[in-house]
């Protein structure tokens, strides 16, 4: 039987991380990794945080008031919540979990080291993954994923159905 290793790729705001959670809500314990979501000041995005699926433990992704010179658009990278919450809660699922999941690998995560030490761990891994890409990214870890994943394009078509399919081929894998 073959790994399932499954890459959401679509435009920003389409559903990925949705998504992402609810298959992790539907897979309950057997999940581990990290999560990111939006962060809103007054209806509007401000940054991203981001969440080890394992423990709950929450931090700042990237923020436009964040400090720091690691700068991707107009937001501000933290990298110290990104190496001890999110490249963690990466080789945290490696070792411990059944199913690994990765939301996102985009640029804004690409900016750490560790990050993509930790990604490349999982991938070497023979774990079930889930992860999400940037749809126009050109780093060659999401083009390797892209590469070696099943690689679903999240449409506002298809976004509601994707949930239980993704959770069937995770749990069958």
Same mark, same amino acid.
């Given at each position: 039987?073959?790994?399932?290793?499954?890459?959401?790729?679509?435009?920003?705001?389409?559903?990925?991380?949705?998504?992402?959670?609810?298959?992790?809500?539907?897979?309950?314990? &057997?999940?581990?990794?990290?999560?990111?979501?939006?962060?809103?000041?007054?209806?509007? &995005?401000?940054?991203?945080?981001?969440?080890?699926?394992?423990?709950?433990?929450?931090?700042? =992704?990237?923020?436009?008031?964040?400090?720091?010179?690691?700068? @991707?658009?107009?937001?501000?990278?933290?990298?110290?919540?990104?190496?001890?919450?999110?490249?963690?809660?990466?080789?945290?699922? @490696?070792?411990?979990?059944?199913?690994?999941?990765?939301?996102?690998?985009?640029?804004?995560?690409?900016?750490?080291?560790?990050?993509?030490?930790?990604?490349?761990?999982?991938?070497?891994?023979?774990?079930?993954?889930?992860?999400?890409?940037?749809?126009?990214?050109?780093?060659?870890?999401?083009?390797?994923?892209?590469?070696?994943?099943?690689?679903?394009?999240?449409?506002?078509?298809?976004?509601?159905? =994707?949930?239980?399919? =993704?959770?069937?081929?995770?749990?069958?894998?």
């Amino acid at each position: 039987m073959t790994i399932a290793r499954i890459g959401l790729t679509g435009k920003p705001g389409v559903g990925k991380s949705t998504i992402i959670r609810e298959v992790v809500r539907a897979l309950k314990a &057997r999940a581990g990794g990290m999560l990111t979501a939006d962060i809103r000041e007054r209806g509007v &995005r401000a940054g991203f945080s981001i969440e080890d699926i394992s423990t709950g433990k929450r931090g700042i =992704l990237a923020h436009i008031h964040q400090r720091g010179t690691t700068k @991707v658009g107009r937001y501000t990278v933290n990298l110290a919540d990104l190496d001890s919450i999110g490249a963690d809660a990466i080789l945290n699922a @490696v070792a411990h979990a059944d199913i690994i999941v990765i939301d996102e690998i985009g640029p804004m995560e690409l900016r750490s080291k560790r990050f993509i030490e930790a990604v490349e761990r999982a991938i070497a891994s023979d774990k079930p993954m889930l992860v999400s890409v940037h749809f126009a990214s050109h780093h060659k870890l999401v083009k390797r994923v892209k590469r070696e994943f099943e690689i679903i394009e999240v449409t506002v078509a298809n976004r509601t159905e =994707l949930a239980p399919a =993704l959770v069937d081929k995770l749990r069958n894998k």
